[in-house]
């Protein structure tokens, strides 16, 4: 009913014949002898008439925001799919959706956003295939076998690329929040009142940088303790080879420093 009365009320607004009628029938004030049986039947009449253009042009225009090409210049959908491929388009679609969601399932602790998600499978998919794939990113089938394919060495017991990938997603998440945890605490390290007792022998010596220091170091030697003696060793020999990495850079620095400032102009 709601439709009949939006057609009726455009063809009141743009066909001169129905509205002198629609008028003509609302007029209280029209002489007698005009027949008001005659004109509700003219009125209808003209609507017959009029009604299978003006529905035809309503789903015409309701199909101009519905129709592919019109969604794919407003960038609503990808891409248009062929209704012959549409069965095999959909069927590796979902498929791939499937496994996409098995991994992902396993980064929600991380509090990772499915954009972000989507960001780093696309790098992944790459490093592990090259960038000869690339250009393949937005093929189903191809990405939906190569998930399947990690599921597959996973579940043999081996470590897949995206086994991987995800534990150091993990690990990275861990130590940033260790980070963040101690760089939000470390006003209140500095706050720590100056030791002024004989008690404390090395209380001209105290500073707060130097007990920060000393809790980051404390806080390293727990989370060491919870690993196996053969990854301790591992980790400490990490640390030392970084540590002298370091010392190499900074002191390459300072000379280079030195060179510039002795240099005469």
Not at 67 to 73: F, L
Request: hydrophobic letters at 30%; charged letters at 25%; glycine letters at 2%.
């Amino acid at each position: 009913q709601r439709r009949v009365h939006g057609i009726r009320e455009t063809m009141k607004r743009l066909d001169e014949s129905f509205c002198c009628l629609t008028e003509r029938l609302k007029n209280k004030q029209q002489p007698a002898t005009i027949d008001e049986e005659s004109v509700k039947k003219e009125l209808e009449k003209r609507e017959e008439e009029l009604h299978s253009v003006y529905h035809s042009i309503a789903v015409h225009f309701a199909d101009l925001h519905d129709k592919p090409e019109r969604m794919m210049k407003k960038e609503v959908i990808n891409d248009i799919v062929e209704w012959s491929k549409s069965r095999s388009f959909f069927y590796w679609r979902l498929k791939r959706l499937k496994f996409e969601n098995v991994f992902y399932s396993r980064l929600k602790e991380t509090n990772c956003s499915k954009r972000t998600f989507q960001s780093r499978l696309q790098r992944w998919f790459v490093e592990a295939n090259g960038t000869m794939l690339a250009s393949q990113w937005g093929n189903n089938r191809v990405v939906c076998e190569w998930l399947e394919q990690e599921l597959n060495i996973e579940s043999n017991g081996a470590h897949s690329v995206l086994c991987e990938n995800i534990k150091a997603v993990f690990n990275h998440n861990i130590a940033s929040y260790i980070r963040s945890f101690m760089e939000s605490n470390a006003h209140n390290i500095s706050n720590v009142p100056t030791p002024t007792s004989p008690v404390h022998s090395d209380a001209a010596s105290f500073s707060p940088a130097r007990h920060f220091s000393s809790l980051i170091k404390d806080t390293v030697v727990q989370l060491m303790e919870l690993l196996p003696p053969s990854e301790r060793c591992n980790l400490t020999d990490f640390i030392s080879i970084h540590h002298a990495r370091s010392d190499s850079y900074s002191e390459s620095d300072t000379n280079h420093q030195n060179d510039a400032s002795s240099t005469p102009n």
